[in-house]
């Protein structure tokens, strides 16, 4: 029958593994390291990662172009503001213009 796990987990090769005494690091002062390694300068890094989740930048296509304003008036087509708030036609000039729309169809 096979097994589910691996032989790596098994008590038999954990013994086997812990068989050979480990013997610990010798105290800092009994170190000997190359004098390459000790004239070596080691910096800290220079970029610091930022907190929270990084933004994705969206890579715009080339067929769409970049704009400041988003919103557009529905009346004039004008940008910066919106219906609501359009003073391109006032309300005289929208009755004039209606009018003369009338009498052309009547």
Avoid: A
């Avoid at 032989?7 to 610990?24: A, F, G, N, Q, R």
């Amino acid at each position: 029958m096979k097994s589910y796990y691996s032989d790596y987990y098994k008590k038999e090769t954990l013994v086997k593994i812990y068989e050979i005494p480990l013997c610990p690091m010798p105290d800092k002062r009994d170190w000997h390291v190359p004098l390459e390694v000790l004239k070596e300068v080691v910096l800290p890094p220079k970029y610091k990662r930022p907190l929270g989740r990084l933004k994705k930048g969206r890579q715009n296509k080339s067929s769409e172009k970049f704009s400041t304003t988003s919103n557009r008036c529905g009346k004039c087509g004008h940008e910066g503001h919106n219906r609501r708030t359009c003073n391109y036609f006032s309300n005289r000039d929208v009755t004039f213009f209606l009018e003369e729309e009338f009498e052309l169809f009547s």
